[in-house]
Nanobody, 128 residues
Framework: QVQVVESGGGFVQSGGSLRLSCAPSGFHWDLYAIGWFRQAPGKELEAISLIDSKGDTTKYADSVKGRFTITRDSPRSEVYLQMNGLTAEDTAVYYC?????????????????????WGQGTQVTVSS
């Protein structure tokens, strides 16, 4: 059974940190690029980070660059998003998704429609 499960969300004060986890299962996730997205209330879904299938290259949106770090742990079959310096503007539901892409990342972001498997999301709330 294919599953993508996010965890690690919660409530944190401004300036604090959280680490989100994404646990894919039921498919050959090592052939997939993994992306993190977020959706704040009343706003569109935003792609914020991406890592290639081997964990060699990463991408970040300008809104999180320098504060967030994406990594993948192949033995544990997990992808992490370390979030530091959180502000109220980071409050959102965070999703991870998998796109079948066993090559280096392209320059452009993948469109949302390219992602095959999506998680249910985890809420992150940052108090100001």
């Amino acid at each position: 059974q294919v599953q993508v499960v996010e965890s690690g969300g919660g409530f944190v004060q401004s300036g604090g940190s959280l680490r989100l986890s994404c646990a894919p299962s039921g498919f050959h996730w090592d052939l997939y690029a993994i992306g993190w997205f977020r959706q704040a209330p009343g706003k569109e879904l935003e792609a914020i980070s991406l890592i290639d299938s081997k964990g060699d290259t990463t991408k970040y949106a300008d809104s999180v660059k320098g504060r967030f770090t994406i990594t993948r742990d192949s033995p544990r079959s997990e992808v992490y998003l370390q979030m530091n310096g959180l502000t109220a503007e980071d409050t959102a539901v965070y999703y991870c998704a998998a796109n079948y892409w066993n090559r280096p990342l392209p320059t452009q972001w993948f469109p949302e429609r390219d992602y095959t498997f999506w998680g249910q999301g985890t809420q992150v709330t940052v108090s100001s």
